[in-house]
């Protein structure tokens, strides 16, 4: 008991060594990492940023102190065999208001910069190019309503060009958060709130909902890609022509019909703009993401899946199988047969 | 023949302690009663937890549903804040506020044992959730509109209301009550500044309670009217998603405070006698209690900083939220300077005091982090939070009720417990809960969302995630201890005598266990800290004579009666109604019986 009592001394100090162990090596893990807020793209994230660096330096100077302190005291004034009663002292005033107002002038040093980035991330740009997002359970509809199209789950925006996100919900309360680009902001039914960004720089960037918003809250993300004005010029005049439609007698072609068809339907719940069946029905479904480019998408599902042929073929099959609960309904072979489903997922691929 | 009678006898007499349990009023095993259930619920919640840990503990995991995933998650949430941390505090409250203050028992006994049995139907409404496949899966924040009939048809939200519903009376009641048995019960020449610090804590978190949990009923009321009765107070159209969110931490907030309270008075008390100094700054400590909890009705909009209030209001709520660390921060220094300077004991209960001023510290300085409003547009709804909230709550709230087990377990049951086993328990607690815990500020960089039941392979959550579920598996190991540990010690633990630490206030002098009175002679205070000023200071005074009259309460099974009947009615709202006016007559009948049962 004794020596179990005489090693503890050691034991304080070894449990402080991992700790610190394991915040240095967080610091040298995390970061870098696709959904980071510590890889910055966006002037947005930058501030935010920009304001998070102090005020870590801040409470780690803080955090050593009142830990140090808080072992120091420990070890120090352990009761040792035949120690007097130590003086039965209340309490200082002096010392007491003095750490009072400490704290105080701390918080009042972060306060100043938190309320500037308040208000510096609510003011709005100038002319900034709009891009409406409606969150649905469990996908993302992004709206251009400036240049008239509509996609989903995958958002394109011009490098350097201030952007507005004027997002509503369709059904529950959601949050839009692509860490390396801007902060947060929720999603909410019958309300309009806004995000104002720049993206720094081209690339794919990932993002997801942040709000639990039911039973596939996991499998909601999104991807937005920065692209320089000229391409995105390009991919805007792409969205606006709408679907390429497949030359006769291909695989493709054969996919579309299978689109239109009895045992799919697929046109009752997803919009492709411009497919027409030979029967004049328009793809026009209203229910599920838009599919003018899903070729072009890099997931499927709000990112439950990448977007390859085999994975579009599974998801068709049975989008229960890789994000259970989603509304979307499996189809069995009956209703479209392997070969069909193969020219299905042939023509959705040929969508770019 | 002889042996059949004598086996009878033995059964009427287990009977008899039964009936003697189920009907006591005495605040003594009702308290016993609140921290043996609450222990209990704490490991349903454990078990929750370790569910959730597990599932994440790979990416693209697919051992849970994400049905019975986000049941899970929301589960344990409520389980923990509502089944066991909170009733373990009152657990406290019960044994020892009467001690503290010189008092017989509390200020209405029946309407505490009503509190303890409201609490238990309660807790096995909310969790019988389970028991129908369909408990509350919307988070214990429950956000409109998701939990609306439209969005979360079925029972599942349901049990989430009626059963936050019925606990709510549960939490008032015993709120109401020691308001009164603070206020009115103390000892001659206790006056408020004399009280120990624990009685202070619980004092102003009752007065929390009593202001705070009215929201929460209305707001649940609302809610009830809103999914069962076509009401749209909630709906997106015609109602307001957001008000829901406003009376729901209207409430949240200084339930956050409530939850922290009574383990901030309970470390003040070990802390001191362990280090044989007297609190540094009790007045100090004690008003920053209650500038506290005053601004703790001030910040509730911190938790909706990306809701979109509007720029001004999140300026006004971040500057509150950094105000409300300031008392927070003189708390931690106070119990700093308490242990400079004293003569150190290490036992087991100190060990977890010393460590809740660690731990709480980084929960503490976390969640100045997320003051600053524009880092939580970033960190809000991430693991970062989910690592704040838990070292409030684990390494705040939890480390506290563990010191004050350890602490007050030789006054419970006259033995101590075993200080080896609570060693390696310390040490398993606090590496485990660390290693949990730690890396989520890490996830929670790298933007993990919390409540997701999987995540994808690419996003670098691998490893931090593992490491988290390591620790979790090990914390429950060291919580399994204690319970051993108790089990072991009530048993056979080495004999306490009445004040086994040397304390310093009125609880210690009294035997272990209490005698049913508590007290032979009615305490007279003359000093704070009165035990040690008599011990050390003022040795030449005489015993004062025992009282010749001692009047304790009768016990009553009515309040057991009337809370089966808020329970029936609670379920009928989730089943069918006519179950609900069964228990609207039984409670009546009990609430008549109540009004005139003979009190003598």
């Keep these: 008991m004794a020596d179990w009592i005489r090693c503890k001394r050691g034991v304080a100090l070894g449990a402080l060594v991992p700790l610190l162990a394991l915040t240095l090596a967080g610091c040298g893990i995390t970061g870098g990492e696709v959904q980071s807020a510590s890889e910055l793209a966006g002037d947005n994230a930058r501030a935010i940023w920009n304001l998070f660096v102090p005020i870590f330096w801040l409470s780690v100077v803080i955090f050593v102190l009142v830990q140090g302190a808080l072992i120091w005291a420990v070890i120090k004034f352990r009761r040792k065999e035949g120690d007097p009663v130590p003086a039965q002292l209340h309490g200082n005033t002096k010392v007491e208001v003095a750490w009072t107002i400490a704290p105080a002038i701390i918080l009042a040093v972060i306060l100043v910069p938190t309320i500037t980035t308040i208000a510096d991330l609510a003011s709005e740009p100038d002319d900034p190019y709009t891009v409406d997002v409606i969150g649905h359970q469990w996908w993302w509809e992004f709206e251009y309503e400036e240049d008239g199209f509509v996609t989903g789950n995958v958002m394109h925006i011009p490098v350097d060009t201030p952007i507005q996100v004027r997002m509503t919900a369709s059904d529950v309360i959601h949050s839009f958060y692509a860490p390396q680009l801007f902060g947060k902001q929720d999603v909410i039914p019958g309300r309009e709130t806004n995000i104002y960004f720049t993206a720094e720089q081209t690339g794919?960037?990932?993002?997801?909902?942040?709000?639990?918003?039911?039973?596939?809250?996991?499998?909601?993300?999104?991807?937005?890609?920065?692209?320089?004005?000229?391409?995105?010029?390009?991919?805007?005049?792409?969205?606006?022509?709408?679907?390429?439609?497949?030359?006769?007698?291909?695989?493709?072609?054969?996919?579309?019909?299978?689109?239109?068809?009895?045992?799919?339907?697929?046109?009752?719940?997803?919009?492709?703009?411009?497919?027409?069946?030979?029967?004049?029905?328009?793809?026009?479904?209203?229910?599920?993401?838009?599919?003018?480019?899903?070729?072009?998408?890099?997931?499927?599902?709000?990112?439950?899946?990448?977007?390859?042929?085999?994975?579009?073929?599974?998801?068709?099959?049975?989008?229960?199988?890789?994000?259970?609960?989603?509304?979307?309904?499996?189809?069995s072979e009956d209703q479209i047969s392997d070969e069909d489903l193969e020219a299905l997922v042939a023509y959705l691929n040929s969508l770019r | 023949m002889a042996q059949a009678v004598a086996a009878k006898e033995e059964q009427t007499d287990r009977w008899a302690i039964i009936w003697d349990w189920i009907t006591t009023s005495d605040h003594k095993k009702i308290g016993l009663l609140y921290f043996w259930t609450s222990l209990t619920f704490f490991f349903v919640g454990g078990f929750l937890a370790l569910g959730v840990r597990s599932q994440l503990a790979v990416p693209n995991s697919t051992m849970i549903s994400p049905d019975v995933y986000n049941q899970f998650f929301t589960m344990h949430a409520l389980v923990m804040i509502f089944l066991a941390l909170m009733p373990m505090s009152v657990a406290f409250f019960n044994f020892i506020i009467p001690l503290q203050i010189g008092a017989r028992d509390v200020a209405f006994p029946r309407l505490n044992s009503f509190s303890y049995w409201v609490y238990l139907f309660g807790g096995i409404l909310l969790c019988s959730g389970f028991l129908f496949g369909d408990a509350p899966d919307i988070g214990w924040t429950g956000y409109a509109s998701l939990s609306s009939a439209q969005y979360t048809p079925g029972a599942s939200g349901d049990f989430y209301v009626m059963g936050l519903q019925v606990l709510g009376i549960s939490t008032l009641a015993g709120g109401l009550n020691f308001f009164v048995t603070i206020i009115n019960m103390r000892a001659p020449g206790m006056s408020l500044m004399r009280m120990p610090i624990f009685v202070w804590m619980t004092m102003i978190t009752v007065v929390l309670i009593m202001l705070a949990f009215p929201t929460l009923a209305i707001a649940l009321f609302a809610l009830m009217m809103d999914r069962n009765f076509d009401t749209v107070f909630f709906s997106a159209t015609e109602g307001s998603v957001v008000m829901w969110q406003h009376l729901f931490w209207i409430f949240g907030h200084p339930e956050v405070y409530i939850l922290i309270l009574p383990a901030f008075g309970i470390i003040s008390e070990v802390l001191p006698t362990f280090s044989r100094k007297p609190l540094f700054g009790y007045s100090f400590v004690v008003f920053s209690g209650i500038a506290i909890a005053f601004l703790g009705f001030g910040v509730w909009v911190h938790h909706m900083f990306t809701v979109g209030v509007g720029p001004i209001p999140n300026m006004v709520f971040s500057t509150t939220t950094m105000l409300i660390a300031i008392p927070t921060g003189v708390k931690i220094l106070n119990w700093l300077a308490t242990l400079w300077g004293g003569s150190i004991r290490l036992t087991t209960a100190m060990l977890f005091a010393v460590a809740f001023v660690g731990m709480f510290t980084i929960g503490g300085i976390s969640g100045v982090m997320h003051a600053a409003v524009p880092i939580d547009y970033w960190q809000h709804d991430t693991y970062f939070v989910v690592a704040h909230l838990h070292y409030v709550l684990f390494g705040g709230t939890m480390f506290g009720l563990i010191a004050g087990t350890y602490y007050w377990f030789p006054k419970w049951y006259g033995r101590y417990m075993s200080e080896s086993l609570g060693k390696i328990h310390f040490w398993l607690t606090l590496i485990g809960f660390n290693l949990t815990f730690f890396p989520m500020h890490f996830l929670g960089v790298d933007g993990m969302p919390r409540r997701i039941y999987t995540y994808p392979s690419d996003y670098g959550y691998e490893l931090w995630n593992l490491v988290a579920t390591v620790g979790a598996y090990m914390l429950g190991i060291g919580m399994l201890l204690m319970v051993w540990n108790l089990i072991k010690s009530v048993r056979s633990g080495e004999p306490a005598p009445a004040d086994p630490w040397d304390g310093r206030t009125i609880e210690w002098t009294t035997a272990s266990p209490p005698a049913k009175h508590n007290f032979d002679a009615t305490p007279q205070i003359r000093a704070r800290d009165d035990f040690w000023d008599k011990k050390y200071n003022r040795t030449d005074e005489a015993e004062p004579p025992a009282d010749e009259h001692i009047h304790l309460p009768p016990g009553s099974y009515v309040p057991l009666l009337v809370s089966f009947g808020l329970m029936l009615m609670g379920a009928g709202v989730i089943f069918t109604l006519w179950i609900s006016v069964i228990g609207g007559i039984i409670t009546a009948v009990g609430l008549f019986a109540w009004a005139f049962e003979p009190n003598d």
């Design chain 1, 204 to 331: 794919e960037f990932y993002g997801q909902c942040y709000e639990f918003c039911g039973i596939q809250h996991a499998n909601m993300h999104f991807r937005i890609v920065v692209h320089e004005q000229d391409e995105f010029d390009d991919w805007v005049a792409s969205q606006q022509e709408g679907a390429t439609e497949p030359e006769e007698g291909t695989i493709e072609a054969q996919g579309k019909e299978v689109f239109f068809q009895a045992g799919a339907a697929c046109h009752a719940c997803h919009a492709i703009d411009g497919a027409v069946a030979e029967d004049g029905t328009e793809a026009a479904g209203q229910v599920g993401p838009n599919l003018t480019n899903i070729g072009d998408r890099p997931i499927i599902g709000a990112g439950s899946l990448e977007n390859t042929p085999e994975n579009m073929f599974d998801w068709i099959r049975n989008p229960q199988e890789s994000k259970p609960g989603n509304e979307m309904p499996a189809f």
